[in-house]
């Protein structure tokens, strides 16, 4: 697919007529008609006067798909699988597809969404009508893109001035689970959460920093965010300025009131 079969005749028909719109899921569709092309950035649209915004193309890949049905899960072959949003609403949609005209269903992604990374490359999340599904990625690296986007729409669903530190795994370690009292290893990229993404790096460790969880000698997001994380585990943090460096910021590096994300793994 290419970016028009996304935005649809006119630019915008297409995936935005899904918010708000009525998904079919019978499952009756033929996934030997799937072929996928991730799409470009779509380009902003010009002239139309109607003065809405269109919708960003926020993240975009293949994956295979399994529904829960009748008590057990039953594939359903490789779908689309793309997010997209429109940030001045603040309105974010997860979407499985086998072509623009054939949509299997959709998910509202915001502060209530939980995609959970499972092993060997999988995760599975509950769609708006509560349908359970499982979805297998094609790499490591397919999983930690889509769900660190995941955690920044939620975040951008509330605005700047959220105040809930957000947690999503992006890959699952091995092991005990990381608790307050213990002292652990991580290599980290902390990065500012702007422009409604993740934008400059203002630090990053990949030698390793030593730290005891919840004795509070890092900031408070740090604390609490990596509580449960195993070692090999990798999750993202996205760290209201509230549990970070609040109005003072960090002279030179961190604003005043500024939102982060930090990429972290537990190396010990």
Request: charged share 20%; net charge neutral; hydrophobic share 35%.
């Amino acid at each position: 697919m290419d970016e028009d079969d996304y935005l649809g005749p006119g630019g915008g028909s297409g995936l935005a007529s899904i918010f708000g719109a009525s998904v079919a899921m019978d499952g009756s569709h033929g996934n030997e008609s799937l072929t996928y092309k991730a799409p470009k950035q779509p380009k902003k649209q010009k002239g139309s006067g109607s003065g809405q915004e269109s919708q960003q193309v926020l993240a975009a890949i293949s994956v295979d798909c399994q529904k829960h049905v009748d008590g057990r899960y039953q594939p359903q072959g490789k779908l689309g699988c793309t997010l997209i949003g429109f940030h001045s609403s603040r309105d974010y949609k997860m979407l499985l597809y086998l072509s623009n005209n054939k949509h299997v269903t959709s998910v509202k992604v915001d502060t209530s969404f939980n995609m959970t990374i499972q092993a060997s490359n999988c995760a599975s999340f509950y769609d708006d009508a509560r349908q359970a599904w499982s979805l297998h990625f094609t790499s490591t690296e397919d999983a930690v893109k889509l769900a660190k986007e995941i955690a920044v729409c939620k975040a951008n669903s509330v605005g700047p001035a959220f105040s809930q530190l957000l947690k999503q795994d992006l890959v699952l370690g091995e092991g005990q689970p990381v608790d307050k009292g213990d002292s652990v290893e991580v290599v980290y990229t902390g990065s500012l959460l702007e422009n409604n993404g993740i934008g400059k790096v203002f630090d990053s460790n990949d030698k390793g920093f030593r730290f005891k969880v919840g004795a509070g000698k890092v900031i408070r997001g740090w604390d609490e965010g990596t509580v449960g994380l195993c070692k090999g585990g990798r999750r993202v943090l996205i760290i209201p300025s509230s549990l970070a460096y609040g109005s003072q910021g960090v002279s030179g590096r961190i604003p005043p009131n500024a939102n982060l994300v930090f990429d972290v793994e537990v190396k010990k």
